[in-house]
């Protein structure tokens, strides 16, 4: 049984080394009690030898993982072993006391803090028994010095870790002249195990009690009772310290006060330490005995997992022989151009059901992001009817246009084609960037023990879709310029001069009748007293809608001096006065049309010509956002993505696939190789672990 503790020894030392203490909740034995409770003097009584910091305040201020072996001959040297110093022995226990502070200042500080990094401290020597123990720091109310204001919390934390794991032993140290109703470490002990399985009391100073006053009640378990009892035990006093009373001295002194105090006579086989280590000795080793198939359970998983673990970091010995490094190399390479491809057709066992990524990213991109940009332009964006007017204006030169000028509508329609193609280059650097993403994500664990493989294929994957992005790019501007270059107005969806006249008729028409009902009709005009201009207008209503449009003025509006009836209501003048006034109001007007100034003059004509121009091009504009918005996808596709897609082995093969690049290729990472190595040492401890207990069950 004794190989059990041994084993437990082992484990500890094993797991700690390598970061893994919380994987298997080993037995021990923790021992928890107040602020010089004693519980320090107990371990050193107990190894029979000082080793243990003393002073004022909290001396223990990091978990002290301490494992006792039992040396078979009574003449063996006794020594310290400290997991952070590796194979160095100490035989000289001074000098274990001054590594306890030093490593204890190096990680705590000097300011009385405290650290949850444990010190691992082995003991060989004849005269203990094999324990595993944790000395943890004592249980204080309130700060000293420059301790943080939360040490309380923080301790109680700390021990609450320990005694949390259920196959731990809680050793409650309690002074026997205090009230044991107010005994932090029982207190505590309760709220991890109330019904006491796994505590057993130590009471301390029993030879301070007040003068007729005993703790016989507290020892046969009869005001507090604990599955595993109660054990009295008498540590060596201040003075017996400072004088250096020896060990076995004061055990001798300690087994005659039980013996012969009156009290206790019937209880000293019972009480003292060498009892407390014998029982503690028994009681772990029932423990672990009795842990031992859910231990067994334990390391079982763990040696799954572990495996697969390993398996994961893969086998080291591959990468080394040359006849395995050429099939590794076209596999990893399989593998990930495997995984681009089925990320991009949604095939991959491993797709996310949280976020769109892939495919779904792309065809989102597609109809969502980049339709909706094109959505948004508006057919005449940035042009005020100003700027029509303006245009029809200068497309006629000198002459009056008989009908709406074709290259005014030509000259303003291109650049609203122009318009689209921002969006249309924004979609392709879309694609490329998710094609970025996708290729980022296609590694495996195996491709990531070699850096430097995995950072060569995300070198030629970039490099082949900056390739494509160009010639994608300049398609998509040719498709833009394509649509500039040739303005088809016989196009089947285009509405035509025609098709907008009658709209605009149609609009016209609905317009005057909306205004006639809102007219208030009066019954003081006829037809036969009716104004002259009225009269005027409704010979002009004669007239039809388009003959009126492409017409063009009419002959007091085509008057170059003002109307006929202007001139005649002129009074008479001198020449001269009437070529200065006519200079004056040309100059007035020419004033007028230059671009610096305010609006220029809208006439009927020039206004129904605006809005017939804005609605050729709303029309023809939105044909060709429609084949922009069907044609830009189709050539990303093409070019790109599928590109891409088809040719990302072949380029990875004949960029990487070279035999004088394979050892470059398959130097493994440091890190990966030794967890790989750390895996491996973990997993030969889980199994020396486990038939050990097989072999003892």
């Known amino acids: 049984m004794n190989d059990l503790i041994e084993l437990t020894n082992k484990l500890q030392t094993v797991v700690s080394s390598i970061g893994a ?12 009690g107040s602020q010089s409770s004693g519980k320090s003097s107990v371990l050193e009584t107990i190894i029979q030898r000082d080793f243990l910091p003393r002073g004022s305040g909290i001396v223990t201020r990091r978990p002290l993982i301490l494992q006792l072996v039992t040396l078979p001959s009574p003449e063996s040297a006794e020594y310290g072993e400290f997991l952070h110093t590796k194979d160095k022995k100490y035989y000289d226990f001074n000098e274990i006391k001054k590594e306890i502070e030093q490593e204890t200042n190096r990680l705590a500080g000097g300011n009385k803090g405290i650290s949850r990094m444990p010190i691992h401290l082995r003991i060989y020597s004849p005269k203990v028994l094999n324990l595993t123990l944790v000395d943890l720091p004592g249980l204080t109310k309130i700060p000293i010095g420059d301790q943080p204001n939360d040490i309380e919390k923080q301790i109680r934390s700390l021990i609450m ?15 026997a002249n205090s009230d044991l109703v107010n005994s932090d470490s029982l207190k505590m002990a ?4 109330p019904e006491g399985k796994r505590t057993i009391g130590v009471l301390t100073k029993l030879d301070l009690m007040d003068a007729g006053t005993n703790a016989l009640d507290i020892l046969t378990g009869r005001s507090y009772p604990l599955k595993l009892g109660f054990i009295g035990v008498i540590n060596r006093s201040q003075q017996d310290i400072l004088t250096n009373k020896p060990m076995h001295m004061a055990i001798q002194a300690e087994n005659d006060f039980f013996k012969q105090h009156p009290a206790y006579r019937s209880v000293a086989s019972r009480c003292g330490t060498q009892y407390l280590s014998k029982q503690l000795n028994t009681i772990l080793h029932a423990h672990i005995k009795e842990k031992l198939p859910e231990l067994r359970t334990k390391l079982s998983s763990l040696i799954n997992q572990t495996q697969q673990e390993l398996k994961q970091y893969g086998d080291s010995t591959i990468c080394t022989q040359p006849v395995f490094k050429g099939p590794l190399i076209l596999k990893l390479l399989t593998q990930f151009s495997n995984n681009f491809i089925s990320a991009i057709d949604g095939s991959s066992p491993e797709m996310s059901t949280k976020d769109l990524c892939g495919g779904a990213r792309i065809y989102y991109i597609f109809n969502h992001v980049f339709g909706q940009a094109l959505d948004s332009i508006p057919a005449c ?3 005020s009817n100003n700027d029509i007017r303006t245009a029809i204006r200068n497309s006629t030169g000198p002459r009056p246009s008989l009908f709406v000028p074709e290259l005014a509508f030509d000259l303003l329609v291109r650049p609203q084609i122009k318009l689209l193609e921002v969006p249309s280059l924004r979609c392709v650097e879309l694609v490329y960037e998710e094609l970025m993403k996708i290729c980022h994500s296609a590694d495996t664990k195996e491709l990531l023990r070699y850096p430097r493989l995995h950072q060569r294929l995300i070198e030629v994957v970039s490099e082949l879709l900056r390739e494509r992005l160009r010639p994608t790019s300049s398609y998509v501007e040719s498709l833009i310029a394509i ?4 303005i088809n107005t016989n196009h089947p969806d285009f509405l035509g001069a025609a098709g907008a006249m009658a709209n605009l008729e149609t609009e016209s028409r609905k317009k005057k009748r909306l205004e006639h009902k809102r007219k208030p ?13 009225e009269a005027h207008d409704e010979s002009n209503n004669k007239e039809s809608f388009l003959n009126y449009f492409f017409g063009g003025a009419s002959k007091d509006e085509r008057a170059a001096l003002g109307s006929q009836e202007m001139l005649a209501k002129a009074q008479y003048a001198p020449p001269i006065s009437v070529n200065s006034m006519m200079e004056n109001e040309m100059m007035k007007k020419l004033e007028q049309a230059s671009i610096h100034d305010g609006p220029m003059m809208v006439t009927d004509r020039e206004e129904l010509e605006t809005h017939l121009i804005r609605t050729l091009i709303t029309s023809y504009f939105n044909i060709v956002r429609k084949n922009i918005q069907d044609l830009v996808p189709k050539t990303v596709m093409h070019l790109l993505v599928n590109n891409c897609r088809e040719s990302i082995q072949t380029k990875l093969v004949s960029s990487l696939y070279k035999e004088d690049m394979f050892d470059e290729l398959l130097q493994e990472d440091d890190a990966i190789a030794s967890e790989r190595e750390k895996c491996k040492h973990l997993l030969e401890v889980y199994k020396e672990a486990f038939d050990i207990i097989k072999d003892a069950m």
Do not use: C, K, W
């Open 381 to 383: 964006s940035n042009l």
């Open 521 to 533: 009709v009066s019954s003081s005009f006829d037809g036969r007293n009716m104004p002259d201009y």
């Open 21 to 32: 203490e919380s994987a298997l909740d080993l037995p021990l034995i923790t021992v928890v």
């Open 161 to 175: 870790d320990y005694i949390s794991n259920p196959n731990s032993i809680i050793l409650a140290v309690t002074p």
């Open 483 to 486: 649509e500039r270059a040739y």
């Open 190 to 193: 309760r709220q991890v195990d």
